[in-house]
């Protein structure tokens, strides 16, 4: 059962992403990551008349925000599957973004300057919510360790991230006290022309599983994460200028870390599960999402 519904669920991401006519609102457009003028065009280098200026701390802002967003959510208590367990399920998040300049230049369905907007087909700024899907797999192994892989989607885009991790519960299984565990991700995007990224992360969890009513057994979790995020921009030309379409934007990349506190819950009733969970960050991005899924 659980190579089919792994295999038809990649399937269904993959194709979602990868047969779009044309850009989707959420996707992005870099290239706009200049310092623009009044008039919306990128300002011209007093140095080098070949490049315009670069808007490279806004680059710096949206890259790790996006990273807030796309890096992959818990959904589990510390404690293992079991060497014979495995878990199975789709996930829905809420990412609550802080907004500003640079999420509207870097969104492809935004464009702040009235006068540009042709057709007034784009946004005037960028949403408050961007929202993400995700199937996630994770299978127990001997002495307290798991693996895991997962597909997370930006929904209205043709981006995705795959990703795997290895959790170890250290400790766990004692009635009285909670158990503890450590967890290393590793995710990468796709299917962005202009942004390549890969975000390394390292968790610590706590939890406590008790029953309720000998049908349903409950399991809070809280902890820390961190979030190490690298963003190459693939950038050359601002196309959309005519003024300077023969100019450069030079952005450089970055590696910085996110810091992540998480709270939620998992609601475990035979085989199936729930799990409501918030994520705060460091970057003033918030994650509110569920987990829906099937334990065997």
Not at 12 to 23: E, Q, T
Request: net charge negative; with cysteine.
């Amino acid at each position: 059962m659980a190579r089919p519904l792994f295999i038809l669920a990649v399937l269904a991401i993959v194709c979602s992403v990868s047969f779009s006519a044309h850009a989707a609102k959420n996707d992005l457009a870099l290239w706009r990551l200049c310092q623009r003028g009044a008039d919306g065009w990128c300002v011209p280098s007093s140095t080098n008349s070949n490049s315009v200026v670069a808007n490279q701390d806004g680059f710096n802002k949206f890259a790790k925000q996006f990273a807030a967003v796309m890096a992959p959510k818990f959904h589990a208590p510390a404690e293992s599957l079991g060497y014979a367990g495995f878990d199975l399920g789709f996930e829905f998040s809420v990412n609550q973004i802080p907004g500003g300049e640079h999420w509207d230049d870097a969104l492809e369905g935004v464009e702040r300057y009235p006068s540009l907007n042709y057709g007034g087909d784009k946004s005037s700024s960028a949403p408050g919510v961007l929202n993400t899907v995700r199937f996630h797999a994770r299978k127990g192994l001997p002495y307290s360790l798991e693996l895991g892989f997962n597909v997370n989607y930006l929904l209205n885009s043709e981006m995705f991230t795959l990703g795997g991790e290895f959790k170890f519960s250290f400790f766990e299984g004692f009635k009285w006290i909670p158990d503890f565990a450590v967890r290393a991700t590793y995710d990468h995007l796709f299917n962005s022309s202009d942004l390549e990224m890969d975000l390394w992360g390292w968790d610590l969890s706590i939890s406590k599983n008790f029953g309720l009513g000998g049908f349903i057994q409950l399991a809070p979790y809280t902890g820390y994460s961190i979030v190490l995020a690298r963003a190459v921009p693939h950038v050359l030309n601002p196309s959309f200028d005519p003024y300077n379409n023969g100019s450069y934007l030079k952005l450089d990349g970055v590696t910085e870390p996110i810091h992540r506190w998480f709270l939620g819950l998992r609601i475990l009733a035979a085989n199936f599960n729930f799990t409501p969970e918030i994520v705060i960050t460091s970057e003033k991005v918030f994650n509110y999402s569920f987990h829906v899924g099937v334990d065997f």
